[in-house]
């Protein structure tokens, strides 16, 4: 602490809460924190806290100047005498946003360098397609027709009618910002009759009303890779909504919705299928001809397979994302039993039932619940 006359003031570095060889971004820091903490707009009526954010913007002032900091550390408080800082933590008349322009302006968004600009990037725009399965599976070219915002041709983008662009907002002076005074120091607020960028358009383009951008329906061929699956995002980078004044294009993305198959099923990249066969074809085994997405096959089942069994055909499933390779083709073979036989039917089979004998021993619930799982 130092004495100045009958007023004690606290050490700088104390204040900011610093060793005295705090580096410039260190001090920018401090003060940082510090002013967040205690700025009156976050402590209205709080005299303590104005008092605590003069005190700590005086110490930056001082601390962030190498000839005062110099001064400072070789003659303490008295160093600061006739070194233009009369105690208003502005001194000399400079306004908060000429002194801690880049600071307050991250934190308050007043003051700074910050330069307006009218220039806008474009949005993001989405579109939804709807695939039939076999297109998710093999992938294809579609045409689609999107409603999108397209730079205006009357006007070339700029907005106006003569073609020249946007003028200086007479408000705020091209600033995007006005200031006005509220207490000990000055505030900038966001001008409205430019919106904060600093220009207004004073002759608008009749066709996009100085907008620089109208609403056109655009046609535009799209790929869809085989492999893909409901949900799908494609990214076509720059095909969205124009930018504005000379801003980016935003990004088209297509989502893909994919129809249900009548009988395949999708797992990651193995379609599955449900196969019905009669007591005699599981008992003796059988060949079955299927059509698979890839055309007709020949399913080959093996003499006594049972009711539940899958057989896995390789290769013919859902090709890999952008990859080599494909899933397989997975049959689950379900066994029907007949609920309705003639006389002679029903005499054979019991017949082939003195012939065979099962034990009907209880059987793990899990493995009925597998069963159940497997075809629900």
């Known amino acids: ?64 100047d190498p000839q005062k900091r110099a001064a400072y550390d070789r003659f303490g408080h008295a160093g600061m005498a006739g070194a233009g800082f009369d105690g208003n933590p502005f001194g000399g008349g400079q306004d908060i946003g000429d002194i801690f322009g880049d600071i307050f302006g991250e934190m308050f968004n007043i003051g700074g360098n910050r330069k307006p600009s009218r220039v ?96 056109r329906e655009h046609e535009m061929v799209v790929t869809v890779p085989a492999g893909v699956e409901d949900g799908t995002r494609i990214r076509y980078q720059g095909e969205g909504d124009a930018g504005r004044f000379g801003g980016g294009g935003g990004d088209l993305y297509i989502v893909l919705r994919v129809r249900p198959h009548k009988f395949f099923e999708r797992d990651g990249n193995d379609l599955h299928c449900t196969i019905p066969i009669s007591f005699p074809q599981a008992a003796l085994g059988t060949d079955i001809h299927l059509v698979t997405l890839d055309g007709p096959t020949r399913l080959k089942v093996p003499e006594g397979t049972q009711s539940g069994q899958q057989i896995r055909i390789r290769g013919q499933g859902v090709p890999f994302l952008n990859e080599h390779g494909r899933g397989d083709l997975v049959t689950h073979i379900v066994v029907r039993t007949p609920t309705k036989m003639t006389k002679v039917q029903r005499d054979k089979m019991r017949e082939l039932a003195e012939t065979m004998t099962v034990e009907n021993t209880p059987t793990s619930r899990t493995l009925v619940e597998k069963v159940k799982e497997m075809f629900s």
Do not use: W
Request: proline share 3%; charged share 25%; hydrophobic share 25%.
């Open 120 to 215: 806008q990037k474009g949005h993001d725009i989405r579109h939804d397609l709807t695939i039939e399965f076999e297109e998710a599976v093999f992938g294809k070219e579609t045409k689609i027709t999107v409603q999108r915002a397209e730079a205006c041709k009357d006007c070339r983008g700029t907005g106006t009618a003569t073609g020249r662009g946007p003028s200086t907002c007479p408000h705020c002076a091209g600033r995007g910002q006005v200031r006005y005074q509220q207490g000990f120091f000055s505030i900038a607020r966001t001008c409205n009759h430019c919106a904060g960028t600093g220009t207004v358009i004073t002759d608008p383009c009749a066709t996009c009303r100085g907008d620089g951008r109208v609403e």
């Open 1 to 64: 602490m130092s004495r100045t006359g009958n007023v004690t003031k606290s050490d700088y570095y104390e204040v900011l809460g610093v060793t005295r060889t705090a580096t410039d971004q260190e001090l920018k820091a401090a003060y940082r924190k510090q002013a967040l903490q205690h700025h009156p707009d976050r402590n209205p009526g709080n005299q303590e806290a104005e008092e605590r954010f003069k005190e700590c913007s005086e110490a930056y002032q001082v601390l962030s």
